[in-house]
């Protein structure tokens, strides 16, 4: 499974994202959310014969 930004960019686990997995469920957490942070993200599920699933996430900032 994996989480793309609002860029395109595969999302890498760091101090402030975390990317969590277990077997088939997945949870982006985003750490002092910023303005910039905010977007569509996408997570894309590949299964053992190549065929994906995705599902998008709409993320807002109020301040």
Request: proline share 2%; charged share 20%; glycine share 6%.
């Amino acid at each position: 499974i994996n989480w793309f930004s609002p860029q395109g960019e595969r999302i890498i686990s760091n101090q402030r994202v975390i990317v969590h997995t277990e077997g088939v469920r997945s949870r982006l957490t985003i750490y002092n959310a910023i303005i910039e942070d905010a977007g569509i993200y996408r997570c894309q599920a590949v299964d053992a014969k190549g065929q994906s699933q995705e599902a998008t996430v709409v993320l807002e900032i109020y301040r």
